[in-house]
Every structure is written in structure tokens, then in C-alpha cells.
């Protein structure tokens, strides 16, 4: 692994733009994926913390247990039916209400939500997925070492990324235009940049069909071992294991990465995702993802964050 252009940082640096605190959760890490614990309409509940999916939701095998109400048509008239789309396929969904929820300081009172038709959490041991239509207001510490997650509101100029870590901090962009504001990278493999997105909710990382191919990389190929992977939707997609000689994300280089070669694909034509960055690459860092200022910066190695 080689490294290089670090930048040493401590809070004083970023005194024009201050960071209130949220929410700070106690997480674990099961499956491969972040689950948090909180309270739903009085009842304690389990969320997968997943960056890569568009809308939070609970599953409707939860519904019921945590309280959830179908939602009337006074409820902004929003009383229809949808689908959800993910890595996985789809799955059938409907809005429902939330009278309170509490995770960690992160509140909310009567809000709609939806509620899905899938098993995706309940596989993980969860009720539901916090996802980018909360997450994304807020600059996320994911503070892995810890076993912590802090959510901060980012006040004043933050044109850059704020951030209170200390020792070895590697910036990188946040790139524009993604369907569903997703946090997204460019990374690079071979001769080639690829699109990737900072998915806390998978526990692999994944390189899809197109950049595959690109790559020379058939994910159907004989000899190597084979890996069957569900997301949202009810189907199930394959593929094979491979390690990826060099993987450089930003200023960092990494040898000899195993990577799911999927035979699937994810976004759409315009903006397609060419490959998920999982929870197995992530945890090497202490991640701190700024949606203020669009950047993503890696604490390597990685480091409690200091005590506020």
C-alpha cells in the first residue's frame, strides 16, 4: 500500500465552519453491514445504516410490531402505491406514518415513510434501512473504531470538508450528478476511472457488469469461487470473487483487493454506478462523508475521533 499528500488537520483548521452534533449512535457491525438501535413509536427497533440506498423504509414484516400506521388520504394526500428499486431488483411499497422516532439524538415526529415489501433487514436482524433521504442532510462520522456513528449540521462556511480528526487525512471530491444523491468517487483500476459509491449497507465490495468488461473481467468465468448477493429486491445476483492487482482511491493505493465481480448492473444509463465501495474496503478507515461540501475524507490509518 502506498500513501501520499496527507493532511495533518485538527479542528482549529476548519474554525470558520462549526459542526453542531445530532445525533451520536452506538453501532455494530453484523453481516458485514452497520446496524443501529433505537426507538420507534416506544418500541425499541434495529436500522441498517446504509449509504447506498435513496429512501429509508421499514419492512413490512415490522409495521405492525413498531406501531406503524398506514397512512390516510389527509396525510399530504400522498396515499399511493410504488416500488422501490435497489441492488437485488424491486420491491412493492406503500406510505406509512411515524409518530416518533429516536436514534441516538437523530428525532423525527410525524413523518411519512415507506414501508416495503422486502426481507432485506429482517435478514440482518433489522426492522428497516436510515438511508440518504435523512442521512444526506448531515455530515456523517463514521467512527468504526469506536463503534460510533455521529451525524453533525455543518453552520457557517463549509465550502470545505469540517471535520475534529486528527493524524493522516485524505480528502477526495464527492462527485455531482448522481439519480438519488448518492455519495459517489472516482476510483481507479488499471488505465481505467470508475464511478463508485460509498455504500455502508453492503458488505462487499462490488464491480458491476459494464466496468467489468472493460476491465477484462468476466464475472461468470470458471475457476474462481462463486458468490450469490441479495439487496432490496426479492431476486438474487451471482458472480465470482476476484483480487484486484491495485485499486487507487484519491492519493491511497491498495494491493491485492478482492472485489465481487457481479454480473448485474446498478443506476441508470446516464449515471451508472460502476462499482460499490463496501464495508470490507471501509473498514480499513476511519470515513468522515461531508455531503456539506461534497467531500469524502479517509482517516488512514485509522483513529478514535478525539473527545468533544
Not at 499528500?5 to 452506538?26: I, K, Q, T, W
Not at 455519495?183 to 467489468?212: C, Y
Not at 476511519?286 to 455531503?291: E, G, L, T, V
Request: glycine fraction near 10%; charge should be neutral; aromatic fraction near 8%.
Amino acid at each position: 500500500m502506498a500513501a501520499a499528500l496527507a493532511v495533518c488537520a485538527a479542528p482549529a483548521a476548519f474554525a470558520e465552519c462549526r459542526l453542531g452534533r445530532v445525533a451520536d449512535m452506538p453501532m455494530r457491525v453484523q453481516g458485514g453491514k452497520l446496524l443501529v438501535d433505537g426507538m420507534v413509536n416506544g418500541n425499541k427497533a434495529t436500522m441498517v445504516f446504509d449509504t447506498g440506498t435513496a429512501q429509508s423504509f421499514f419492512a413490512e414484516a415490522s409495521v405492525q410490531r413498531l406501531n406503524i400506521r398506514a397512512m390516510q388520504r389527509e396525510d399530504h394526500n400522498l396515499n399511493t402505491l410504488g416500488r422501490a428499486y435497489g441492488f437485488g431488483g424491486s420491491a412493492s411499497a406503500r406510505p406509512v406514518v411515524v409518530k416518533h422516532l429516536d436514534f441516538g439524538g437523530l428525532r423525527a415526529r410525524d413523518f411519512a415513510i415507506w414501508a416495503e415489501d422486502t426481507k432485506a433487514p429482517g435478514r440482518m436482524g433489522a426492522d428497516g434501512m436510515l438511508s440518504l433521504d435523512i442521512l444526506a442532510k448531515y455530515d456523517i462520522d463514521l467512527d468504526l473504531t469506536s463503534q460510533r456513528i455521529r451525524l453533525f449540521y455543518p453552520m457557517g462556511d463549509c465550502l470545505h470538508a469540517a471535520v475534529y480528526l486528527h493524524g493522516n487525512l485524505y480528502p477526495i471530491p464527492m462527485l455531482a450528478g448522481s439519480d438519488d444523491n448518492s455519495p459517489h468517487i472516482a476510483v481507479t483500476i488499471g488505465n481505467q476511472t470508475l464511478t463508485a459509491m460509498i455504500d455502508t449497507g453492503s458488505p462487499n465490495t462490488v464491480l458491476f457488469r459494464g466496468a467489468a468488461g472493460r476491465l477484462g473481467l468476466d464475472p461468470n468465468k470458471a475457476g474462481f469461487p462463486r458468490v450469490s448477493a441479495r439487496g432490496i429486491g426479492h431476486g438474487v445476483t451471482s458472480g465470482t470473487v476476484r483480487k484486484i492487482a491495485a485499486i487507487g482511491v484519491g492519493d491511497l493505493e491498495f494491493d491485492n483487493v478482492p472485489v465481487l465481480v457481479a454480473d448485474a448492473s446498478l443506476g441508470s444509463v446516464e449515471h451508472p454506478t460502476d462499482m460499490l465501495l463496501g464495508m470490507d474496503f471501509l473498514s480499513k478507515f476511519h470515513p468522515w462523508i461531508s455531503f456539506s461540501s461534497n467531500t469524502l475524507v479517509l482517516q488512514y490509518p485509522p483513529a478514535p475521533s478525539p473527545s468533544e
